[in-house]
């Protein structure tokens, strides 16, 4: 069965592309690179237990607003992008940015565009989070990064219903 299975896989790259601005929506995308070995995406349900004294415990569950762990090495990448959105925070790279400055709201995150051989899934509001891997040598390494993707609801806003995380289109 295994080996049935490795007849349809594919194991490959993929291309990511961001769009960068104040809208990054609808920003011309510009090419960020090529992983090493396709992309993982990691979405996150966020569900809490509603307790009831009724039921001895939990009773029912509430949805909150997923959000998505994103992960790839880098093998071919443009640096200027690269360190565009290692600086999204309108600092200089490697400067710290203001504290307790709202993300979102004053366009210091990202659109991400993934294309794979079947599919390409675009993230509306990424940053870089986590553990992002430097390795320094005299050979070519490939560039460890991870991201963050969550719904953005604007201040304005009086639900999040209906705003989106991500959409994928097969190709």
């Not at 565009?113 to 390409?120: F, K, L, N, R």
């Not at 040598?137 to 991500?166: C, D, E």
């Amino acid at each position: 069965m295994a080996q049935a299975a490795q007849l349809f896989h594919v194991n490959g790259p993929a291309v990511l592309s961001v769009g960068l601005g104040t809208n990054p929506a609808s920003s011309p995308l510009l090419q960020l690179g090529v992983s090493e070995d396709g992309v993982d995406i990691q979405m996150n349900e966020k569900l809490d237990v509603v307790p009831s004294d009724a039921a001895g415990g939990p009773a029912e569950l509430q949805r909150f607003p997923s959000d998505a762990n994103i992960s790839f090495s880098l093998v071919a990448y443009d640096l200027a992008v690269l360190q565009t959105i290692r600086r999204i925070n309108g600092q200089a790279e490697g400067v710290q940015g203001s504290p307790g400055r709202l993300v979102g709201s004053n366009g210091d995150s990202f659109r991400l565009v993934i294309a794979s051989t079947d599919e390409i899934w675009r993230f509306l509001f990424c940053v870089p989070r986590g553990n992002q891997g430097f390795k320094l040598s005299s050979k070519y390494t490939a560039h460890r990064m991870s991201l963050y993707a969550w719904s953005f609801v604007p201040a304005t806003a009086n639900t999040a219903q209906g705003i989106s995380l991500y959409d994928h289109v097969n190709a």
